[in-house]
């Protein structure tokens, strides 16, 4: 069964504490991204990339990072720099990074505690 | 770079009435217009993309239209039904354009349909 996963669904994080948001595609695809989407509000790029080994910031990368260390999986870490990450986090993938079709996970809600 | 403007941001339709949902966007570069739909606590589900060398694109009850001279693209959906009611998302990018638009897409803020029974 093809399709994007991401985990946990809900995730809770302490002050100070970085947490790391998982997503994994078996579509083949090249490029991956990370949305982040607040209530009321459209969905804002945080990290894309579009070949292994190479991402690149989006809008709103401060307080996040990633790695692409293989084709499948793009990690999403929040770090305790992010001051304010109470949000849906949404995982994306598409053929080519050419703004082709972008195929989305079902997303994990991050709150804070 | 692109900006997207979508409205309205709330729309209340009667069971069987139409719904059209409208963007306007920035940058004429722009030629990838998906429109997405969510629904409550899930991921954006594609259901429905048009190319800028086309003016109209339909899939059974959804039409999407597109106006490159005023940059404006619409969503409509005609028998709505209450299983439409969601979260609609339109955006835009330049598909293949390179530079630091390639592979961003920019949405619109939203709009809530809900379809009344």
């Known amino acids: 069964d093809g399709g994007i996963t991401q985990s946990p669904k809900y995730l809770f994080r302490k002050e100070g504490q970085n947490v790391t948001l998982s997503c994994e595609q078996n579509?083949?695809?090249?490029?991956m991204y990370w949305y982040r989407q607040d209530p009321g509000q459209g969905l804002r790029l945080i990290y894309y990339s579009q070949i292994v080994n190479d991402f690149q910031k989006g809008d709103i990368a401060e307080g996040y990072s990633v790695s692409r260390e293989k084709k499948e999986s793009f990690p999403l870490t929040v770090t305790s720099a992010q001051k304010n990450p109470t949000a849906f986090y949404l995982c994306?993938?598409?053929?080519?990074?050419?703004?082709?079709?972008?195929?989305f996970g079902p997303g994990t809600r991050l709150l804070v505690l | 770079g692109e900006n997207v403007e979508q409205h309205p941001s709330t729309l209340s339709v009667q069971e069987g009435d139409s719904a059209v949902i409208k963007c306007t966007y920035s940058?004429?570069?722009?030629?990838?217009f998906p429109w997405y739909k969510q629904e409550l606590g899930k991921g954006p589900q594609l259901i429905i993309d048009i190319r800028s060398n086309v003016g109209e694109k339909k899939d059974q009850r959804i039409a999407v239209t597109l106006n490159k001279t005023a940059k404006h693209f619409s969503l409509h959906i005609t028998e709505t039904q209450p299983e439409d009611s969601a979260v609609y998302f339109c955006a835009a990018t330049a598909a293949n354009a390179g530079g630091t638009s390639y592979g961003k897409l920019t949405f619109g803020q939203g709009t809530i349909l809900t379809v009344h029974p």
């Open positions: 940058d004429s570069a722009s030629n990838y």
């Open positions: 579509l083949n695809h090249d490029a």
């Open positions: 994306a993938s598409s053929i080519v990074g050419g703004g082709e079709t972008q195929y």
